[in-house]
Structures are given as C-alpha cells and as structure tokens.
C-alpha cells in the first residue's frame, strides 16, 4: 500500500486542516518535552508567530537512562491540549505503549512513532485500527526497505495517513548524533507515494548545524521540517543541545520560505 507502484500521485494527508505532502512544505515545531504550563505555551506562541504549523512535544519520552525525566506523561498531554486551544497549532506527540492508543486517537493530531519503537509491530497493529495521522520516525538503525515495511504495517491495517520522517541513522560517525540520510528523502520520494518530512535536530544533536541542514532538506523535496525549540535550552530537561531559540528558529523558517518559494 505505501509503494508508489499501487498509486502514483503524492498523498496529500490532512492534519485537521494542515495539508502534508503534494508540494506544500510543513513544518511541526516546540520542545522536546512538555515541562511546564509556561514553557509549552511560551514555545507554542513563539513559534507559531514565526509560522510553524504543527505543535510537537514530547509527554511521553524514550529515555536512554531510566533515571533520566521520562516527561510529564498524560499531565503533558494536558498541557499540549491547552497550547492547542491557545494557539490553535494542531498537536504532535509520541505515543509509547499500545494501551494509549484510544486515548491519542481521541486526542491528538499526529500521534508519533518515535525511532525506537518503528519495528515495535504489536504498536504499529493497533495504530493501523484507527485514522489518526502517524508520524513514523525512521528507525536509528532501519534501512529504508525496513521503514517502509513499518509503514506497511499501520497501512495493511486500514490507517494509510502515514507521514515518513527521516531523523538520521547511526553510523560509525561519532562527530553528529546521526548521521542525516537525506538521500533517503529521494529514494522514498521514488518507492513510495507517502510524504516524508526530515528532522534535522535528533539527527544532528547540534543547534548550530539545524538550519542548514532545514535548507538542504527542502533542497532535496521533504515534504516539511520537525524542528526542536526551547525557550530556554541550556535548562532543557531533554535535548537542550540541539534545540533552537525562539529568535534562531524564526531566522530559519525565513530562510526556508525563502528557499521554498524560489524552488
Ligand atoms: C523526539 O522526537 O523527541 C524523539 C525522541 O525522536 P527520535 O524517536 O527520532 O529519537
Ligand atoms: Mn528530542
């Protein structure tokens, strides 16, 4: 069902009124974690002011570390819901475990596949049941061929609203996070008719290389941008290293509008 060859024009999937794919550019945008009322909702301003138009924040967070903040989990949702409401940014969150799945259904956007769990089968099963957009997150170690299985798996299911997003692979590099696979942007473009947006702060895991590599992602057709911001990140509970400021992400959408407009 996601091979271009059972469908060749570009699946365009609705995110409560925000179009994904066909030639629009998206770009989802907000913290790692939800950790406050005031953080979220000063990030969701912020970044909706500087045009983003998807809200992301992790309630729910696959730690490395199982003393690290695991997020404030369904109090995060709360929040996220209540950023909702402020701004009117439809919401994107990772979803963890198969019991959520009713409840994110009813009341996110865009539930979140993270990396870590792209082969957790028995999750992708029950998110194939329901119509929710999903974003599905390439695994750190999954090769194309593998991503695409998984989103066969939600699709083979009835749910066909999957949104691909490349966030780097691990490689022997030490130097970056990940390492960016933009050419699999290109090469799912081919195989498949499913839009694919590109994550350029996991796969770096350095704030300074994000919006270059938010042009070059654009450069190479992605269908949109996940973008970590944090209005504080040296505080940041998670991922405080490559999130941007509020001002440094207003500079890089101005720099991908540009782009995207004379592309
Ligand atoms: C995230 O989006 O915060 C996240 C944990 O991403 P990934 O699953 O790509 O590591
Ligand atoms: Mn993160």
Redesign the pocket.
């Known amino acids: 069902k996601a091979n271009r060859l059972m469908k060749s024009e570009d699946t365009v999937i609705d995110v409560s009124g925000v179009k994904i794919g066909g030639g629009t550019f998206t770009v989802m945008a907000g913290p790692?974690s939800v950790e406050t009322r005031e953080q979220i909702l000063e990030v969701a301003n912020s970044v909706q002011k500087s045009g983003a138009q998807i809200l992301?924040g992790?309630a729910f967070?696959?730690r490395t570390s199982p003393y690290a903040f695991q997020g404030l989990e369904m109090e995060g949702l709360e929040l996220l819901k209540e950023a909702r409401k402020e701004t009117g940014l439809p919401i994107v969150t990772?979803i963890m475990s198969p019991s959520h799945v009713a409840k994110f259904a009813e009341e996110v956007d865009v539930i979140?596949v993270?990396?870590?769990n792209m082969q957790n089968f028995d999750l992708l099963k029950e998110l194939g049941k329901i119509d929710t957009p999903i974003l599905l997150?390439r695994g750190?170690s999954a090769t194309i061929e593998e991503w695409l299985m998984s989103a066969e798996y939600i699709m083979a299911g009835g749910n066909e609203n999957v949104i691909l997003?490349e966030?780097g692979i691990r490689t022997f590099e030490k130097y970056t996070r990940n390492t960016l696979d933009l050419s699999a942007v290109l090469a799912v473009k081919k195989l498949s008719h499913l839009p694919v947006i590109v994550?350029p702060s996991?796969a770096t895991g350095k704030r300074w290389m994000v919006k270059d590599l938010a042009l070059a992602a654009a450069a190479v057709g992605a269908d949109g941008l996940?973008i970590?911001v944090h209005n504080d990140p040296e505080n940041a509970l998670?991922?405080g290293a490559q999130s941007l400021e509020p001002k440094a992400f207003d500079k890089l959408m101005k720099s991908v509008n540009s782009l995207v407009t004379a592309l």
């Open positions: 790692c992301r992790g967070k696959p990772e979140q993270g990396a870590r997150k750190m997003c966030r994550d996991h996940m970590e998670c991922d």
